[in-house]
């Protein structure tokens, strides 16, 4: 994760000055709806059967899981 797509942020948690530990990022996905929170009529769609497959209706709500 590089941080290069809108969907992926990071999170760098709270480090005390006396912490011996180096802070650590963590990463966390951000769902496409609320990057599109208001929807458009007369959107593009997926097909019925792939619609099942990938989860959601609209390819703009489809969020592939990042590569292991």
Known sequence: MDGT???W???VNFRS???PCPARV???DVPPEVMH???K???KQFAPQEA???GTLWPEYDSPYPPV
């Open 26 to 28: 963590k990463w966390y």
């Open 52 to 54: 099942l497959r990938k």
């Open 5 to 7: 797509s809108p969907e």
């Open 9 to 11: 942020r990071s999170y």
């Open 41 to 43: 009529s007369a959107r």
């Open 37 to 39: 929170p208001v929807q």
């Open 17 to 19: 000055p006396f912490d």
